[in-house]
């Protein structure tokens, strides 16, 4: 069992991870089996939903019905599905974990893109009896779509087909074909068995064969941090601070969320859409002014210059500006009632700025099952394509590809106000 | 493709509290940024400690721009009102004060009404009453999604129709770090800016960050009565309401977490400081909210949800 060293939890970092497949891979004892392993769930809560009652104690994750720790819902636990995301928590020594528990099943795909949209990692469950099925597939993709860094192919129940080398070497080599066409960055596919806890948190004695680490040494060591700190600097506006206090009459501070990159005390910055420069005089925090600050810091600038810069606008370094554009293509991955159609209008929320939008058309439906692109009409919920929107105002984005910030939007429906579509910026 | 990890070394790495502070900074001021009329719910916890701890920071220099809003039911621990009223002084927070006077004037309390009605008229109704007089179209408040299973499920966007409920079958998809604020007449959103931190990472930031909290949280000998599980503080004033065996006596204890009165239970314990807080949370087996009445029953949380509650 890991226990938390007080001196070493102050300088953890924080891993935001998806876990996507159906209960039937065994999903639910895989999470249980890192929660009791890392002491992520507590004794009481693990009480509550044991299969036995009258036990002291929880022993292992076999004793306890975890579909009923992790569905949170009573409609939930009435229909015996997973119907929304789940967050939970577990900590080792090395690292904090936000792990986003996703619905498996097809109707529940705009979830599953909640939870999957801010994650460093997911683990994709397989059971080793099915081997890589429709809907893994399905998952795959849209993980790709969304740009996780890492993706861990969790190839689970293993004791149910003798621990067979064979067999997991035929998913390894289908996944990493499938994942190979999408462009992922990062696959690792570890053999387990949940249920025993092989290759979880621990080795156990059956698959001396599979040389790399357990699923929790995999998770302690991704990197996390991605490519935000190497891209340029950029700093959507929030808000204007401007507190018009005595000891403060003049005091302009600019207020945001470092996208990506760096920025420093005396850079030369400049204000898009306005396009004025000046330099940075000070990054202010409550804990007193910065030399440097870095993405993803919530920080407060101020200015050398008085120049026009409001919310929804944007800082960056001159000579590394994002596209300004009025056309922008995205893959859309749509998660509304009513479906997506050429000339709908939309609002469309980018970083800090909400601007008009119409679907100027429908480039490409994707099948995410044969990958291929039709031609089609509208775009029913669940479904991924690639749009073309026309805007009444310019977006200040990049390819999602590069920044996953500010190179996403949300869709708004304007009559109900819901968020309808998922957008990742391709082209503008 | 490989089983190798590819990726350059970053160079700046921030703490997971410090990437935690960023989000949840993040979302308040946008919550200020899209919202005509917000509120910041305040229950003078350690979670509602941090939560102003954390709107602090957000807009420094400037002083909040949003009130903040305490629903009491009267029956919180003196040691919350002493130190509610010092610290809202303090800082120079715009403190609202609301009760469900109605209520409270018809003696309303968990002995004789139970905790569900009790907790359903002083909380849940006393908010929804706080909540529409003062005309706020968003609501902050410290819940975290740790606590309890139903939470789990949470939105940090929590939508609410014209009568202040949630519809956990019906959430708004969340997706990266951009929030939807808009909404209908009528409807509101209530906060949750530190839906992803755990009670450790309260613990581990209170201590890093040397926030001030209720000295209840600290262990001490303190005169306690024992019902059921619980150990219950006792006062001059529950004298008639003890029931038959109970007897009040000295015992080392602290709360993990601190509700009203009547209802909170607290922990033997030795833990006196922030370090020994923070140890005691690591090697705690059982969750805090075993400490509170309010949530025995089966999906008493969800049902409360439903119905206005936080």
């Known amino acids: ?428 | 493709m490989s089983n190798q990890q590819s990726k350059q070394v970053s160079q700046h790495k921030l703490t997971q509290l410090k990437a935690l502070e960023a989000e949840s900074i993040h979302i308040i001021r946008e919550v200020v940024a899209e919202f005509r009329n917000p509120v910041m719910l305040y229950s003078v916890g350690k979670d509602s400690s941090v939560l102003l701890h954390l709107a602090r920071k957000a807009f420094y220099p400037a002083p909040l721009p949003f009130p903040l809003l305490h629903v009491d039911t009267g029956f919180k621990f003196k040691e919350m009102y002493e130190f509610r009223d010092s610290f809202c002084k303090e800082i120079g927070a715009d403190l609202i004060v609301r009760r469900n006077e109605a209520a409270i004037a018809k003696g309303m309390n968990p002995k004789d009404h139970g905790v569900a009605r009790c907790c359903g008229a002083l909380k849940t109704q006393g908010l929804l009453d706080a909540l529409e007089e003062g005309e706020y179209d968003a609501a902050f408040g410290g819940a975290r999604r740790d606590e309890e299973r139903s939470r789990a499920k949470e939105r940090v966007f929590s939508m609410r129709d014209e009568f202040g409920q949630w519809d956990p079958k019906n959430q708004r998809p969340e997706l990266w770090n951009i929030y939807n604020g808009r909404i209908h007449e009528g409807e509101s959103v209530r906060v949750f800016p530190i839906s992803n931190w755990t009670e450790m990472d309260i613990w581990l930031y209170i201590r890093e960050e040397n926030i001030p909290i209720v000295p209840l949280y600290f262990a001490k000998e303190r005169l306690m009565v024992e019902r059921k599980h619980l150990l219950i503080p006792y006062y001059e004033e529950m004298k008639d309401q003890l029931l038959e065996g109970e007897e009040p006596k000295m015992v080392m204890s602290r709360f993990r977490t601190l509700g009203c009165s009547p209802c909170t239970g607290a922990v033997r314990s030795d833990a006196t400081n922030m370090d020994e807080i923070v140890i005691e949370a690591a090697a705690a087996r059982r969750s805090e909210r075993e400490t509170r009445i309010i949530d025995h029953g089966s999906n008493s949380m969800e049902d409360k949800k439903k119905e206005g509650y936080f």
């Open chain 1, 1 to 428: 069992m890991t226990t938390l060293n007080t001196d070493i939890t102050k300088e953890i970092e924080l891993l935001r991870l998806v876990t996507v497949g159906s209960v039937d891979d065994g999903k639910s004892t895989l999470i249980g089996r890192l929660l009791v392993d890392t002491k992520g769930a507590f004794e009481d809560q693990l009480l509550a939903v044991r299969k036995k009652r009258g036990a002291e104690h929880v022993a292992s994750a076999a004793e306890i019905d975890l579909a009923m720790l992790t569905d949170g819902l009573a409609a939930e636990r009435e229909q015996g599905i997973t119907i929304d995301v789940a967050y939970r928590y577990f900590a080792t020594p090395k690292r904090k974990f936000i792990m986003a528990d996703c619905p498996g099943h097809e109707q529940y795909t705009r979830n599953m893109v909640t939870g999957a949209s801010t994650a460093n990692a997911a683990i994709i469950l397989i059971d080793a009896r099915n081997g890589v099925m429709p809907q893994t597939k399905r998952h795959t993709h849209i993980l790709a779509l969304l740009g996780i860094p890492h993706l861990i192919v969790a190839v689970n129940k293993m004791d149910l087909v003798d621990h067979d080398q064979a067999t997991f070497e035929a998913i390894r080599d289908e996944m990493n074909d499938y994942c190979a066409k999408q462009g992922v960055r990062d696959l690792i596919c570890i053999p387990m068995s949940a249920l025993a806890g092989d290759m979880v948190a621990v080795r156990g004695d059956h698959m001396d064969w599979y040389e790399g680490d357990t699923l929790l040494e995999t998770l302690e060591n991704l990197s996390v941090l991605d490519d935000v700190d190497n891209q340029p600097f950029r700093l959507p506006v929030q808000l204007v601070n401007r507190p018009q206090t005595a000891e403060l009459p003049d005091y302009r501070g600019f207020m945001g969320t470092i996208a990506s990159g760096t920025v420093k005390v005396g850079d030369k910055v400049k204000a898009i859409p306005s396009g004025n420069e000046t330099t940075v005089k000070e990054i202010v925090t409550f804990d007193g002014n910065l030399q440097e600050a870095f993405a993803p810091q919530s920080v407060t600038l101020t200015l050398n210059d008085e120049i026009d810069l409001s919310r929804g606008d944007m800082l960056v370094h001159p000579g590394a500006e994002p596209a300004s554009a009025k056309i922008v293509k995205a893959n859309v991955c749509w998660i509304g009632d009513e479906p997506l159609a050429a000339r709908n209008k939309y609002l469309l929320k980018h970083t800090t700025n909400t601007v008009k939008a119409m679907v100027d058309s429908i480039d490409f439906r994707r099948d995410i099952h044969t990958l291929s692109k039709d031609e089609a009409d509208e775009l029913a919920m669940n479904e991924i394509g690639q749009i073309t929107f026309k805007l009444m105002k310019p977006l200040y984005c990049d390819p999602y590809a590069q920044n996953r910030i500010t190179g996403s939007f949300i869709v708004i429906d304007t009559f109900t106000n819901n968020t309808v579509g998922a957008g990742m910026v391709v082209e503008a």
